[in-house]
T-cell receptor, first 110, second 115 residues
């Protein structure tokens, strides 16, 4: 079983739609959680960190459920520029490196 | 966030040859990380590089194939040795932020094609 699992998509949604991505992780020692965004042929860029209390940044809301080992990302009012691959990323206790999910591809259509 | 540059940005190499990728950071960092992203895949950690000590390699990666140097706190190199077409990937270096959250920032990557 992969340490971080995501639905690969693609998710094809119209502009203005709300879309949610889910991610599960297997290592209960995981301590930090992130969503990264990767555009085609570009490096991953941090979208937001995910906190236990949930956090929001504009149109983006991230939530963490430690009991279920589940992370989510909600994007409201989708824009064409949101089209990208969204990577669920986990850092485990004792490890400085990140573990990446395989990514969920989002295509926002006009 | 740190500014990270990599050289070369891309290269096409013949099998059996080696390529050294450079990673330069605009600030001093304790740890640097090397990742590989194969076509259509997510990122996989190759090794963690600390200044002044040998790199720590992940399972499936060995020093003879991917030697790493870390001569100072702002620079590292990764060499892909005796290349085969299976080594065709994007190679990315990253550094950890100095904030309490410890997120990582990535260089622009080196796109390697082995023919």
């Amino acid at each position: 079983r992969k340490e971080v699992e995501q639905d690969p998509g693609p998710f094809n949604v119209p502009e203005g739609a709300t879309v949610a991505f889910n991610c599960t992780y297997s290592n209960s020692a995981s301590q930090s959680f992130f969503w990264y965004r990767q555009d085609c042929r570009k490096e991953p860029k941090l979208l937001m960190s995910v906190y236990s209390s949930g956090n929001e940044d504009g149109r983006f809301t991230a939530q963490l459920n430690r009991a279920s080992q589940y992370i989510s990302l909600l994007i409201r009012d989708s824009k064409l520029s949101d089209s990208a691959t969204y990577l669920c990323v986990v850092k485990s206790t004792g490890r400085r490196a990140l573990t990446f999910g395989s990514g969920t591809r989002l295509q926002v259509q006009p | 966030s740190a500014v990270i540059s990599q050289k070369p940005s891309r290269d096409i190499c013949q099998r059996g040859t080696s390529l050294t990728i450079q990673c330069q950071v605009d600030s001093q960092v304790t740890m640097m990380f090397w990742y590989r992203q194969q076509p259509g895949q997510s990122l996989t950690l190759i090794a963690t590089a600390n200044q002044g000590s040998e790199a720590t390699y992940e399972s499936g990666f060995v020093i003879d194939k991917f030697p790493i140097s870390r001569p100072n706190l702002t620079f590292s190199t990764l060499t892909v040795s005796n290349m085969s077409p299976e080594d065709s990937s994007i190679y990315l270096c990253s550094v950890e932020s100095t904030s309490g959250i410890l997120e990582q920032y990535f260089g622009p990557g080196t796109r390697l094609t082995v023919t």
